[in-house]
């Protein structure tokens, strides 16, 4: 199950993001034009499954790490060092009895299996000193999704934090951001809570709009998310503060759905994953909600659930 697909089971949105894919009232794209070159992991079917890839921030040096025919893997989230991606491996591809989070040696291709469990895992988030994986785990027959927090080479016993799905770890390391299960089915809003033991949890959207996938800003002050308003499309790419509202679109209007916003290293810039007809494309925007730029697309072919290098 890709990202977006979790996201649309997760929320109930299926039906309602199926119905939107003609992207044609969103406005014309601009080309693509050079960048930064910090690579930035993501997700594409274009060998037939879903893979890791790594690109520069430029859109160039296209590399699949993961090359798995068998599996479908997702969610990459790059390790603070720079050498290592987390990921979800789906147990098939197109569906799966289950999922476990793995890490890939972005240089080797070496490959790492940390959870091994009959559910499913989701979503993994390092932390910044790079000893840590939060995630998202379900267990089999559940369809609660709990946050844990594991040690990151896999050892011990992960640690039950709360209901929740897509974690986001702060810059800071004391607070890990990520979508509450606390009033589902019938809203989800970005909460935070104390990193150690899942304690101090504050809502900060607190309103009646389905809102989840937060990012941190790299010095920890605001926190982009997607929020789907009044509970159907269009999804949006948005930002507040790390304290909480008023909210700031940054996405571009006209799409359908848009998810998945990650900061640029230095702040910046915010690239996400915007679905244009029936394709997932990567696309690129100023921290502002100015400059937007079209970064990797191809027809026919799904890219998304992109995570920048810091």
Request: aromatic letters at 8%.
């Amino acid at each position: 199950m890709r990202m977006a697909q979790l996201v649309a089971v997760s929320i109930g949105l299926a039906l309602a993001v199926a119905g939107c894919g003609g992207g044609g009232s969103a406005p014309s794209p601009p080309p693509p034009r050079p960048g930064a070159v910090t690579p930035l992991a993501f997700v594409s079917d274009r060998d037939g499954d879903d893979e890791i890839y790594i690109m520069k921030a430029d859109g160039t040096g296209l590399v699949n790490v993961t090359n798995d025919p068998a599996a479908d893997d997702m969610m990459p989230a790059w390790s603070p060092d720079r050498t290592r991606i987390a990921y979800r491996r789906n147990n098939g591809v197109g569906s799966a009895t289950n999922s476990d989070i793995f890490i890939v040696n972005a240089a080797t291709g070496a490959v790492t299996q940390l959870t091994n469990t009959q559910g499913f895992e989701a979503s993994p988030c390092w932390s910044p000193d790079g000893t840590k994986i939060a995630y998202a785990a379900q267990a089999t027959g559940s369809d609660n999704w709990v946050i844990h927090v594991m040690n990151a080479d896999g050892s011990g016993t992960p640690v039950p934090l709360a209901g929740g799905l897509l974690a986001a770890w702060s810059p800071d390391g004391t607070k890990i951001a990520y979508a509450s299960m606390w009033e589902w089915p019938n809203d989800l809003d970005i909460h935070v809570m104390n990193a150690t033991d899942g304690s101090g949890q504050t809502n900060l959207t607190n309103d009646p709009d389905y809102s989840w996938g937060p990012a941190w800003s790299p010095d920890g002050t605001e926190i982009a998310f997607f929020s789907c308003i009044n509970y159907s499309p269009p999804v949006s790419i948005l930002k507040m503060s790390s304290a909480g509202g008023p909210f700031q679109q940054v996405g571009v209007a006209g799409y359908c759905f848009e998810m998945s916003p990650c900061w640029s290293p230095d702040g910046s810039k915010i690239v996400f994953s915007a679905k244009v007809g029936d394709d997932y494309q990567i696309h690129i925007i100023n921290a502002d909600g100015t400059g937007y730029q079209v970064l990797l697309a191809a027809p026919g072919v799904d890219c998304m659930d992109p995570d920048w290098c810091r």
